[in-house]
């Protein structure tokens, strides 16, 4: 079992920046791949970002290319998401997720076993 924690949302203006992290615990975090989706009200949850088990191989939506970065710190256990330049179309809940067998990233929600409960992103125009 892996517990996935998030946090660092909040309100910001259009333009602005935050940071999310994600805090994992339960199994070797260094061992599986991680990623970041959002979900605004009304819509489907949507892929934003993952990244690989070492951290080396990312890959991000186009929403969000050049703007969001992805990241991982193995030695604690977490995982970041670098949001700059946000739009009001970024509002949504983000949350993080795992993959429970894999060291390899991917865009699909169906891949991961765990997930958080989400911490709510709005961007004010």
């Known amino acids: 079992q892996v517990q996935l924690v998030e946090s660092g949302g909040g309100l910001v203006q259009a333009g602005g920046s935050l940071r999310l992290s994600c805090a994992a615990s339960g199994r070797t975090f260094s061992r599986y791949a991680m990623g970041w989706f959002r979900q605004a009200p009304g819509k489907e949850r949507e892929f934003v970002a993952c990244i690989s088990a070492s951290g080396s191989s990312t890959l991000y939506a186009d929403s969000v290319k050049g703007r969001f970065t992805i990241s991982r710190d193995n030695a604690k256990d977490t995982m970041y998401l670098q949001m700059n330049s946000l739009k009001p179309e970024d509002t949504a809940g983000y949350y993080c997720?795992?993959?429970?067998?894999?060291?390899?990233?991917?865009?699909?929600?169906?891949?991961?076993?765990?997930w958080g409960q989400g911490t709510q992103v709005t961007v004010s125009s």
């Open positions: 997720a795992a993959r429970g067998s894999s060291r390899y990233p991917s865009m699909s929600l169906r891949d991961y076993a765990y």
